[in-house]
């Protein structure tokens, strides 16, 4: 190979790393030039997440427990029945119950509880990534399993 087509062959080498568009047509007295190659096929949860809205709107309950991260002096109930009563009342919001109203008398979220546990919309980098996850993998008006982060216990509800 000639001095002068090796560099051409470096130079396209070069642009096709930077992602610039090469032709891989060969002319008189040229060699054909390397394709590009194919992009790579995105994971599962990457489409999914491409395909998500940029918001949600949801409301929780947040059952707190004894040494969870921002839990009140008052929260004394341990990890396990935090979880049982955060099931329960799942269960209930299944079983038709008013979610705004079980807020208002169950939720350790004082901020939301006074408001039916509504969180207003949020983008999925917002909130801790458990309950992201679970907001978002929902669709408005359904009820997310219970979710677990460093709060404590949650009873997530999509609203848009």
């Not at 009140?72 to 008013?98: C, I, M, N, S, W």
Request: with cysteine; aromatic share 4%.
């Amino acid at each position: 190979m000639s001095r002068a087509r090796r560099s051409l062959l470096l130079v396209v080498v070069g642009l096709s790393t930077l992602g610039c568009v090469v032709s891989t047509q060969a002319g008189p007295g040229r060699e054909p030039v390397v394709p590009l190659p194919p992009e790579a096929p995105q994971s599962p949860a990457a489409t999914a997440r491409a395909n998500e809205p940029l918001e949600v709107g949801a409301r929780h309950i947040l059952v707190a427990y004894r040494g969870a991260e921002h839990a009140r002096p008052y929260v004394t109930r341990t990890r396990e029945e935090a979880q049982a009563l955060a099931e329960e009342l799942r269960k209930r919001v299944l079983g038709g119950e008013d979610f705004a109203a079980l807020a208002k008398e169950s939720s350790d979220d004082a901020g939301s509880a006074a408001m039916g546990g509504d969180l207003g919309r949020f983008r999925r980098e917002e909130m801790v990534p458990e309950f992201s996850d679970a907001a978002f993998a929902i669709q408005p008006g359904d009820v997310a399993k219970v979710v677990e982060s460093a709060f404590g216990f949650h009873v997530i509800q999509r609203t848009e």
